[in-house]
């Protein structure tokens, strides 16, 4: 299959919502982890989500909750003629509304596109209409962006989704409502982009650094770490225990997750949501797209700062 697809107290704290995809494991010895009219179409209320799908009562021992306001991200480039608008609003530390949209240079919504509806309906079996509106509703009934699950034929779209989701996840943790800007398709500038997660989940948390040269990733240093600084990959009874329940352990999925990506970059229109999906390691394998793709709009950028996310981890 093909997925085309910011410390707070470590006081428990409590929010209806599902984990923030950031743990990075899978099952070792536990598992982790426009128009105005088309604009009312791509628009989730927290009312009719909370009427809908019940969500389930979490509590966490870390991750800063998000702060109420109104968070934005943009598209500054057109692909195929439209380009990314996303909002989210958070209300009581939850989004109660989501409007992420594809819009063109005259505002008006992909979902509205006839043509586009039709085309994209015949060959992968779902149109902008059906799959935005999906987006926008998932994301306020879950709050989390891997929690939604992949909708299949519009799964590079998803990606993408996720992977903004998240940043506006964490910038409403650090109650920043400055619009994020994404230089999507530019060139990617040389240099070393470094993620890393800051809470440890099941012992371990993700760092991530990925190298440029000459506009193209040249390497890709993900792991799962832990206080120490061991690589999950050397936990010789996390292997055995996950490699028992999936048939693939730490050691081989992250060697699996760097390669991939390198050589998914590596390809005429290059992107991690061109890796194929790593079976019996799918959550770490959706954090590691969100998180890549993180990394390559930093460097379409050549900001070289560290990012660092707040992940959220469950109370035992």
């Known amino acids: 299959m093909k997925s085309k697809k910011l410390i707070a107290g470590f006081t428990a704290l409590t929010f209806s919502a599902l984990v923030l995809g950031a743990c990075s494991a899978d099952n070792g010895t536990s598992a982790s982890s426009s128009s105005s009219a088309a604009t009312s179409q791509t628009t989730a209320s927290s009312t009719a989500a909370s009427t809908e799908e019940s969500t389930t009562e979490v509590k966490y021992a870390a991750g800063e909750p998000m702060q109420d306001g109104t968070y934005k991200l943009e598209e500054k480039n057109y692909s195929n003629n439209y380009r990314v608008t996303f909002e989210i609003t958070v209300k009581d530390g939850k989004i ?5 949209d594809n819009i063109d240079a005259d505002g008006k919504s992909k979902a509205a ?12 079996g779902i149109g902008p209409k059906e799959y935005i509106e999906k987006f926008n509703t998932e994301l306020v009934a879950k709050q989390s962006p891997t929690a939604i699950d992949v909708v299949t034929g519009a799964t590079h779209s998803f990606e993408s989704f996720q992977n903004y989701a998240q940043q506006l996840i964490q910038a409403a943790q650090a109650g920043n409502t400055e619009t994020i800007e994404i230089d999507n398709g530019a060139k990617l500038k040389d240099g070393k982009y470094t993620l890393k997660e800051k809470n440890d989940s099941n012992g371990y948390h993700v760092e991530f650094t990925m190298t440029v040269a000459d506009g193209k990733v040249t390497e ?6 832990s206080a120490d600084g061991k690589s999950k990959a050397d936990d010789t009874d996390y292997e055995t225990n996950m490699k028992d329940k999936a048939g693939i352990g730490p050691k081989e999925y992250i060697a699996q997750f760097n390669e991939g990506f390198v050589k998914a970059m590596g390809e005429e229109d290059g992107s ?3 890796m194929d999906v790593v079976t019996g390691a799918t959550h770490s394998f959706h954090s590691f797209v969100i998180y890549a793709e993180q990394l390559i709009n930093a460097a379409e950028k050549g900001d070289t700062a560290e990012i660092t996310v707040d992940n959220f981890v469950e109370a035992k």
């Open 96 to 100: 109660t509304e989501s409007k992420y």
């Open 113 to 124: 596109d006839t043509d586009y509806e039709t085309n994209m309906k015949d060959k992968a």
């Open 272 to 274: 991690p949501a061109n």
């Open 220 to 225: 890709s240093n993900y792991d799962n770490v």
